[in-house]
Structure formats: structure tokens, C-alpha cells
């Protein structure tokens, strides 16, 4: 009974993760198609998506790397981009934090934006699943979205090869990331923080090794912080 | 051109601190809470890095010498404008490519 209840949690989040193809197999083949262009053969572009797994943070690191940042700070920013993990990971942990160890180092692999966002709008609706009924959702909902982005970046390195220059391809990563942007400035205090940072990395450009973007990106986290304190004091007399 | 050795290193380090960070409360931290405000400011991370990243990528392209460029300019506010209005990822980078090119093809 049980194992025939996980087995339909894990086809639940099978098709609450299925949508989001339409949103990573572009994203993955424009990253194969930028890290291409930006020098990376086949096995490095490949060991990027494998390994990191988060495509901002990929695209941030490739950015960077072609700006001749110095590595730690590469590496500190796209980290900073991939802070909000830790923010899926605390969520997730009331939900699966007591199952074993090697499946919680799983899950912390799989935790993407996609498969945080269902399950964890899933978990709180059914909140008397059973643990393993709760993992079987999640890895249904990592299915059709984590192998995905392996196949297509690889798709994408192929096909960058052979795409000329007259495409504009610098611009892709503005493009993307301005359309990953547009959508989270749902309130005022994530739009004063976007505003916080474009301001403040524009004023702290001349500061060497790329470290403008940290402090635009710490002042903006900020920005962002507090307006929100202040409006919920405001809502509640 | 990449440098060989740092590249794997961001690879590899960056593929380490974002596993870190995944497992860091369901691995480690275990069921205590986090405090407040750090999920408030962790709420931000996003608009707070990105914006700051392409900001100058918009305004000083390098395939352009760092001078300001219309076309670069237009796709950009396009998809910004589609992207708060539809909500839609796609949508906006679609747009904003076809505004790319076309402003591309209108200006050559």
C-alpha cells in the first residue's frame, strides 16, 4: 500500500515538473551555445551543467571569466547568485530532513528552482503525506527537468559551434537575465533592490577584480531587507 | 580565452559550494529554523546579483567597444517590458531576440 502511494506521489511530480521543459531546455541550450562561444569544449561545457547545476550561476561564471575576473571572485559571485539554494534547502528540511543521509546528499543535489518551487507548494498542501510518499514526489519532479539539462546543454555545445558572430550571441546572457529578472520584481522591495543594484554596480564599476558587483549585490540584498521590514511595519499598526 | 586551470576551478569550486549550499540545512543544520533575517535577506539574492551583472553588459556592450548601441538598448527594454507584463520567461527572451535582430536589420 505504501509503496503503491509513493509510486503515485513520484507521477504526481512527474507531471508538476513536466511544464518546466519549456523553461530549461532553451535555457540549457543557450548556455551550451554560450559556453561554446566563450572557448569551452564539449567536456568543460558539460562538466559545468553536471557539476554546478544551476544555469544563473553558470551563466554568471561564464561572464566573469570572459571579463578576466580573478577566480575567487568568479567564484563568490556566482555562489552569491546561488545563495538562494540555501534558502530551498531550509524550506525542504521540515519536509524531508529525516530521511537518510545519502538520500538527503541526493536531494541536496536535485535541488533546483523547478523542483524546490513544486514540491515544496506541494508539501504544503498535503501535509500529511508520509516521508517517502514526499521524496517520491520530489525525484518525480526532478525527472523530466535535471536530465534535461544535461541533454540539452549538450545540444546547445554542438550547435554553437557552428553559429556565426553576425547573431549578436553577446547579447544572450542580458536577454536571458533580464527575462529571468522582470518576473521577481513582483514587489516594491525586490524592485528597489533591482534598482539598489544596477545604481550601485554602474557607480562601483571602476573598482578592480569585478568586486563592484559584491557590493552592489550586498548593498541591494540589503535594500531590499529592509524595505520590506519597514512596509510590513507599516501594514501591521 | 578561458584559462584552462581556472576554469576548472570555478567548475570545481563552484560545483562544491553550490552542493554546500543545498545540503547545508537538509544536511547539516538539520530541522532548527533559520532566523529571520537571514531568509529576509536571502529573499533577494537575485535581484540583488543579476541586475548589477548585466547592467554594464547593456549599457557598455563589449561587442561594441563600450559605446551605448540601440539595438542592444531596445532588446533590452523589450524584454523587461514583456517580461513584467506577461510574467513569461520565454515570452520576454523571445522578444527581445526578435527586437534584437530586427533593430539589427533596420539599423544596417
Not at chain 1, 82 to 99: E, F, I, K, Q, V
Not at chain 2, 66 to 92: D, F, K, Q, S, W
Request: hydrophobic share 55%; charged share 10%.
Amino acid at each position: 500500500m505504501a509503496s503503491a502511494s509513493s509510486k503515485s506521489a513520484y507521477w504526481r511530480g512527474f507531471k508538476d515538473g513536466a511544464p518546466f521543459l519549456l523553461v530549461v531546455g532553451p535555457f540549457g541550450v543557450l548556455f551550451g551555445v554560450v559556453a561554446t562561444e566563450a572557448g569551452l569544449n564539449i567536456t568543460e561545457t558539460m562538466a559545468f551543467s553536471i557539476m554546478v547545476i544551476a544555469g544563473a550561476a553558470q551563466f554568471t561564471a561564464i561572464q566573469l571569466m570572459q571579463d578576466e575576473a580573478p577566480t575567487l571572485i568568479v567564484l563568490a559571485t556566482a555562489l552569491a547568485v546561488n545563495l538562494r539554494m540555501a534558502m530551498y534547502s531550509a524550506a525542504l528540511t521540515p519536509h524531508l530532513g529525516s530521511a537518510p543521509l545519502w538520500q538527503r546528499a541526493c536531494i541536496a543535489y536535485f535541488t533546483v528552482d523547478q523542483s524546490y518551487a513544486v514540491s515544496a507548494a506541494q508539501f504544503e498542501k498535503t501535509p500529511d503525506w508520509t516521508l517517502s510518499q514526499k521524496i517520491a514526489y520530489f525525484f518525480g519532479a526532478v525527472t523530466p527537468v535535471c536530465p534535461m539539462w544535461y541533454v540539452v546543454t549538450w545540444i546547445g555545445a554542438y550547435a554553437g559551434t557552428a553559429i556565426p558572430p553576425e547573431f549578436a550571441l553577446d547579447f544572450a546572457i542580458p536577454i536571458t537575465f533580464l527575462a529571468i529578472i522582470a518576473p521577481l520584481l513582483r514587489t516594491l522591495p525586490h524592485v528597489l533592490a533591482c534598482a539598489t543594484s544596477v545604481i550601485l554596480a554602474l557607480s562601483f564599476a571602476w573598482v578592480p577584480y569585478n568586486l563592484g558587483l559584491l557590493i552592489a549585490a550586498l548593498g541591494a540584498m540589503m535594500v531590499g531587507a529592509q524595505a520590506e521590514l519597514m512596509l510590513s511595519r507599516r501594514v501591521k499598526p | 580565452m578561458i584559462d584552462s586551470t581556472q576554469l576548472w576551478t570555478v567548475i570545481l569550486g563552484l560545483g562544491a559550494g553550490s552542493f554546500a549550499l543545498r545540503f547545508s540545512f537538509l544536511g547539516i543544520i538539520g530541522k532548527r529554523p533559520l532566523p529571520e533575517w537571514v531568509l529576509r535577506h536571502l529573499r533577494y539574492t537575485a535581484v540583488a546579483v543579476l541586475p548589477g551583472l548585466i547592467a554594464p553588459l547593456v549599457l557598455w556592450p563589449a561587442a561594441t567597444g563600450g559605446e551605448l548601441e540601440p539595438a542592444r538598448l531596445c532588446a533590452a527594454a523589450a524584454t523587461l517590458l514583456i517580461g513584467i507584463t506577461t510574467r513569461n520567461v520565454l515570452a520576454a527572451i523571445f522578444g527581445g531576440a526578435i527586437t534584437l535582430y530586427g533593430m539589427m536589420y533596420l539599423l544596417a
